[in-house]
């Protein structure tokens, strides 16, 4: 298979690959399903998703082993060019919506090659003639959550195009995402570029100073789970929506605090924390695009980081306080979003648990206008962010007028089916309290129950093992100190 010249792998990309190398059976895929609300044709839609990829390089990119730790080839022809339609996006007849479900969960759970390729797996799903679902899976090296959303758009945009009798051109038209026109073609050489002259500019050099200084008095990583995260081979989740009203509260919380929602969220998430563990220093893990440029922003690729939002917390803090702090913080971080979380981690040696994030991540999610398919509504699923450690908080706006849901997942290493409903139903009534009192002037967060009825106001759960120095064997020392009975090291 013939490959374009040689790109350099992104440090997003460079993440990816180390940890997927490390454990080969941890969950590295993103993906999401749309569900169109209407008669879809089955050959068009498959000509649309090959314009996409044709013009995608991200989607027909390829990783391997070198001597510096791995390479990118990006082929020159498509996967496709040999292969049957049926093969890189099948159409399944599945008749329900629970066997659609458990059809892209089987293929969800099979993992990628890396060196072989390609890095995504799309279906197309009928369960009746006026409703289908498009389902669409990656590797995290070549695609994050925004990626998704910018690839679904312009597969909308091109179905939508033939539908309505353009010639099958690589120059298939797009619309506006978040008030950007997307080009028609997605080379990676503008996410490369910009990442090179981040590191050789002297922006990488002062993001790092600020994030040591930052940091300097760092506390240790607060959670929920008894123990200290590990990124598993699957994840539990549990989803819902906001009630209309808890929505408007939501709002109307963050116009009074002069933000915007998703601080809310941020600080209801602190909130949350503290009033089930008490602890005042809360560091959360925050997603963010790791995008700055226009450019960027409308490439798919991997770019996507996770970086530590660190706001204090005490119960005579006044709710609408903390969300303007969060407000504060979240601006800091995001001048700062390009400097790696792993390469954070490596200059201050912390966490020293060997978790890959700072705390339960946060990953909240605005998107553009609702897709269409040649007119037909969609309602959008997500199917993962990326790997899960301990606790992930992911909260979507999609714009479609089904108000906000909120998303647990969580690590089935640390908790049970049953402890993650209990969250999430803890977690949404908290959120909309939370937001209720910010919208009042002067009510402090301790006033704010983070309990369902009948339970202790605080979590009755064991401490957190914390390392707090000596690298891998303080780890293990620390393992056999939690559980001298249990298996410290698997080797082989």
Known sequence: MTALPHLEPSAAQRSMWFGQRLDEAAAYNVGEYTEIHGPVEPDLLRTAVRRVVDATETLRSRFGAADDGVRLLVDAEPVWSTAEPAWWMPVVDTSDTGTAGQWMADDF??????????????????????HWIWYQAYHHIAVDGFSCSLIARRVADAYTALAEGAPDSPELPVSLDQGRFLPPTAPLAPLAAADEAYRADGRHARDR?????????????????????????????????????????????????????????????AAYLHGL????????????????????????????NVLPLRLSVRPDTAAGDLVRQAARASRDLLAHQRFRG???????????????????????????????????????HNLSTGPVEDLAVNVYDRGDGNGIRVDLDASPEHYSAAELTAHHRRFVRFLERFAAAAVESGTVVGRVEASLPGEESRLDSPAPVVVRGGGVPALFAARVAADPDGVAVIHG
């Open 109 to 130: 759970a099979t993992p990628f090659d890396l060196e072989r390729g390609p890095l995504f797996r799309y279906a197309l799903l009928r369960i009746a003639d006026d």
């Open 342 to 380: 792993e390469d954070l981690r490596r200059a201050l040696d912390w966490p020293q648990d060997g978790r890959r994030f700072f705390g339960p991540v946060v990953n909240i999610m605005a998107f553009g206008p609702e897709l269409r398919f040649a007119g037909n509504p969609t309602t959008r």
């Open 209 to 269: 100073e600020y994030w040591t200084r930052a940091l300097a008095d760092r506390p240790d990583p607060v959670g929920l789970a008894a123990r200290p995260p590990h990124v598993a081979d699957r994840f539990l989740r549990r989803t819902g929506h906001l009630p209309a009203p808890a929505g408007d509260l939501v709002h109307a919380a963050a116009e009074r605090a002069g933000t915007r929602w998703s601080r809310v969220v941020l600080a209801a998430t």
């Open 277 to 304: 563990t008490g602890a005042r220093d809360i560091v959360l893990g925050l997603a963010v695009t790791g995008r700055e440029s226009e450019v960027e922003l409308a490439t798919p690729g991997m770019a996507s």
